[in-house]
Structure formats: structure tokens, C-alpha cells
């Protein structure tokens, strides 16, 4: 005998999906993002454009890394274009957060590692930091930027992006507790170019990444390749 159901009032094509999340449960956001999404929702918008970014320019790469992935939120979005992502964070709390809500639909692993001490094991063709190199402290940069770099392919690429120096007037007294190495666009460019032959510069305000005038971007984005070995051996 069938089933009686009462037929449910909207569109027949969400049957599926309303079944499929009921069996499931709803998708869990982790620690950092559940506090923006209570703090500030719009904050999201620019973060996952932020990863929109760098997923359609890692595209089709085999091991990506990212480095300071926090609670995981953004990275499911570059998952979905690369082979494999490793993300590492230095805090265990936010690497705890970023299992407990991960789907087994992506192939991310996330590792406790701090890149200050020692370069993560393995090689990368892709290596990308978001909204960290602000929190590392001026005389840590070189050392963290080494170890970072260190696994990366001869021709691999890094995407580092951080907020500029001139949108700092405008973050919140939480923010600026932890941006203490913003800089302006021309000095991100001349020190990522200590590392890389080719860095190619992007601007973002809001949600929108572009190549307008860099004094009033509110956040930078260095896309870098070419890895200069000789940079790298001065520390080994």
C-alpha cells in the first residue's frame, strides 16, 4: 500500500533537496564564521570572493595548501576546483572547528602547523594565505614567507592577500587588535618580489577584485610565480 503523505505546498523540484537536508542535517558553520555571520553577515560576501578568486586562478591544480585556512569555511570553494587541499592553522581550536564541520564531499585535509617554526612536508602547486600575513609581526615575515614557500613546485603559484595599510582608518577596534603589518599595495608588490620574479598585483574593495587605482583598495592580492632559488637558499 503506498505511503500516504500530504502533498507539500511549494515547488515540486525542492522535494529532493528538503528530503536530502532533513536525512543530513543542516550544513554547520565553524567558529569564526558563525561569529560573522552574527557580527557582521556581509563580511562573508568578501571573504568567499576572496576565495572565488584565487579557486578560478588555482584551477585544475593537483595539491594546493593553504595556510591560516581557521575554521575551513572559505576553503570548500577552492576544493571544488583543485585535485586535493591541505589546510594548516596554527590555532587548534579553529583546525578542531574546521573537522568538525567538513563534508566528505571535498577532499580537504586540515593539519595543526605553525608555519613559524618549520615549512609544511610535501610539494605544492598551489599555495594560497588569505587575511594572515597582517597578523605576522614585521621581524617574523621573512621566516614565515620562506617556510610557506618552501614546498611550493618550480612552477607553482602562491596567492597571498592581506588588507591594505589605507583601509585600516575604517577596521573595527577587533580587527586592528591583529593587523599589526598592513602595508599599501607598493610595498606588498616589492617584498613579494624578493621571492618571486613575477608578482601581479589586484585590488578588492568589497566583493570586487580589480586593477583600479591601488590607493584606494581596501584590500590587496599578490598573485606570484617563478620561485627565486637563490632568495630561498640564503636561510638554508
Known amino acids: 500500500m503506498a505511503e500516504n503523505?500530504?502533498?507539500?505546498?511549494?515547488?515540486?523540484?525542492?522535494?529532493?533537496?528538503?528530503?536530502?537536508?532533513?536525512?543530513?542535517g543542516p550544513?554547520?558553520?565553524?567558529?569564526m564564521t558563525s561569529?560573522?555571520?552574527?557580527?557582521?553577515?556581509?563580511?562573508l560576501v568578501f571573504t568567499l570572493a576572496r576565495y572565488k578568486f584565487v579557486a578560478k586562478m588555482l584551477v585544475g591544480a593537483a595539491h594546493v595548501l593553504e595556510v591560516g585556512c581557521g575554521d575551513g569555511f572559505g576553503s570548500r570553494v577552492v576544493a571544488q576546483s583543485v585535485d586535493s587541499l591541505t589546510g594548516i592553522d596554527f590555532d587548534p581550536e579553529f583546525i578542531e572547528s574546521a573537522r568538525s564541520v567538513a563534508n566528505e564531499r571535498y577532499d580537504i585535509a586540515f593539519r595543526v602547523h605553525d608555519m613559524l617554526r618549520s615549512p609544511v612536508e610535501g610539494e605544492f602547486d598551489g599555495i594560497y594565505s588569505l587575511d594572515v600575513l597582517e597578523h605576522i609581526p614585521a621581524a617574523d615575515e621573512d621566516r614565515f614567507i620562506i617556510n610557506m614557500?618552501?614546498?611550493?613546485?618550480?612552477?607553482?603559484?602562491?596567492?597571498?592577500?592581506?588588507?591594505?595599510?589605507?583601509?585600516?582608518?575604517?577596521?573595527s577596534a577587533f580587527s586592528r587588535l591583529g593587523h599589526v603589518n598592513c602595508k599599501n599595495q607598493n610595498d606588498f608588490r616589492k617584498n613579494m618580489k624578493r621571492y618571486f620574479a613575477n608578482v601581479f598585483m589586484f585590488s578588492m574593495n568589497d566583493?570586487?577584485?580589480h586593477t583600479g587605482f591601488d590607493r584606494m583598495s581596501h584590500y590587496n592580492i599578490a598573485l606570484c610565480c617563478c620561485k627565486r632559488p637563490n632568495r630561498l637558499a640564503e636561510r638554508s
Open 5 to 24: 503523505r500530504t502533498k507539500r505546498q511549494g515547488e515540486p523540484q525542492y522535494e529532493a533537496v528538503i528530503d536530502a537536508m532533513r536525512k543530513r
Open 149 to 171: 614557500i618552501a614546498p611550493l613546485s618550480p612552477d607553482g603559484v602562491c596567492i597571498v592577500g592581506m588588507p591594505s595599510i589605507e583601509s585600516q582608518v575604517y577596521a
Open 27 to 31: 550544513e554547520r558553520l565553524g567558529l
Open 207 to 209: 566583493e570586487v577584485v
Open 35 to 43: 561569529w560573522a555571520w552574527h557580527d557582521d553577515p556581509k563580511r
